[in-house]
Nanobody
């Protein structure tokens, strides 16, 4: 069993940057693929990015390509989402999720563990 905890959210002006972090508060996700999702009020949850635990494979939503970067520190088992050139439409609660497998569609695949989310607000 594992519990995920996100951090790094906050308020930022449009064009600014934030770096989110995800780590297991309990359990071990060192061999898990990890993804970031976001959900804005009144909207469906949206896939943002994913990374294989090897770090060699990544996947991004078209809306964040070139602006967001997912990475991981496998020594400390921390997963990061570096968000640059933030836009007001990026405002959402960002959650990390971990699953034993990287393959398949992250948009609809079952996911084993979810974090509680961290709020990102981008002001215009």
């Amino acid at each position: 069993q594992a519990q995920l905890l996100e951090s790094g959210g906050g308020l930022v002006q449009a064009g600014g940057s934030l770096r989110l972090s995800c780590a297991a508060s309990t359990g071990d996700i060192s061999s898990y693929a990890v993804a970031w999702f976001r959900q804005a009020p009144g909207k469906e949850r949206e896939f943002v990015a994913a990374i294989a635990w090897s770090g060699f494979a990544t996947q991004y939503a078209d809306s964040v390509k070139g602006r967001f970067t997912i990475s991981r520190d496998n020594v400390n088992t921390i997963i990061y989402l570096q968000m640059n050139m933030l836009r007001p439409e990026d405002t959402a609660v960002y959650s990390c999720a971990a699953d034993p497998t990287y393959g398949g569609s992250w948009h609809d695949k079952p996911i084993k563990y979810w974090g509680q989310g961290t709020q990102v607000i981008v002001a215009s």
